[in-house]
């Protein structure tokens, strides 16, 4: 017979509980938001302190460059966001193309941080990125693979083979093509239209030289003033131009499909006998 004390008691030593982790969202907010706007600061706060106090060089006086103290702490809230970035990218070696495009998107803002401009231009530069979505989203709407597919396709990864394939399948039917064109466009639209909103803004605040304290002050100002109304910009892009494609979706397979829902689009596409490119009449 055992030894009741040499077994363990698991009543004494109960397992431990799993430590809950912080979203992934929460990390993007700080890495791309938080952290920069705080360095940003000329006054972290409230306490009469900023980064720009601890990164060495001139607080003032000279051309701007890397000397002073206020173009390294501006440089540094700007190329953090990119490290951050390209570090999640590699750790979590997501190389989907939404994911180098993100990260294609986050080098190029970053390389604009040494394009050293105040006034007309900053406004331009500090909308650069959406700038260059729009464009490239339109361009893709005269080619096969309009972009906003991309984006959709990836969203289905996840799913079982037979539930991806026939969303691959759907996305090349004619019909629905031209839902994803005028998708992308709508995007693209969108986007633009919120890189002129943020352009004004900044025009309208962004009024003191590059390279001194009340530019990076009125920066950080900008920065936070526009991060809810830019979400909700893009997000009413993402939204208008899901809606044109799901619309053009259910006219062809049925009000039941949906795009978002592989499962559902293959169960509709089943019905109608529409299966691995197969038709059961004309489309």
Avoid: C
């Avoid at 907010?29 to 000329?42: D, N």
């Avoid at 390209?86 to 604009?112: C, E, Q, R, T, Y």
């Avoid at 004619?174 to 002129?196: E, K, Q, S, W, Y």
Wanted: cysteine-free; aromatic content about 10%; proline content about 6%.
């Amino acid at each position: 017979m055992s030894d009741p004390a040499s077994e363990p008691n698991s009543a004494a030593t109960p397992p431990k509980k799993a430590r809950a982790r912080v979203p992934k969202t929460v990390w993007d907010l700080v890495f791309t938001f938080g952290i920069p706007i705080l360095i940003l600061s000329p006054n972290i706060l409230g306490s009469g302190i900023s980064v720009a106090d601890f990164v060495g060089g001139e607080k003032a006086g000279g051309v701007p460059g890397l000397g002073s103290a206020n173009v390294r702490a501006y440089l540094l809230a700007a190329l953090i966001p990119v490290v951050y970035v390209l570090w999640d990218i590699l750790k979590n070696k997501n190389l989907s193309p939404v994911a180098l495009i993100g990260g294609a998107g986050a080098i190029f803002g970053g390389a604009l941080a040494f394009w050293y401009v105040d006034g007309f231009w900053y406004a331009i530069k500090d909308s650069a990125r959406s700038y260059l979505t729009g464009i490239l989203f339109l361009i893709s709407a005269a080619t096969s693979v309009p972009l906003f597919r991309v984006f959709l396709d990836a969203a289905s990864i996840g799913e079982k083979p037979e539930d991806r394939a026939a969303t691959q399948q759907a996305m090349r039917d004619p019909g629905v093509h031209r839902g994803l064109v005028l998708g992308t466009i709508v995007f693209a639209v969108v986007d633009l239209i919120g890189g002129v909103v943020n352009s004004i803004v900044n025009y309208d605040r962004v009024v003191a030289k590059f390279g001194s304290e009340e530019f990076n002050g009125q920066v950080a100002a900008v920065n936070a003033i526009m991060r809810i109304p830019g979400l909700v910009i893009s997000l009413v892009g993402v939204f208008a131009a899901i809606w044109f494609v799901q619309r053009a979706v259910r006219v062809r397979f049925g009000p039941e499909a949906s795009l978002l829902e592989p499962a559902k689009l293959a169960a509709a596409m089943r019905e109608r006998g529409e299966v691995r490119g197969e038709r059961a009449g004309p489309a």
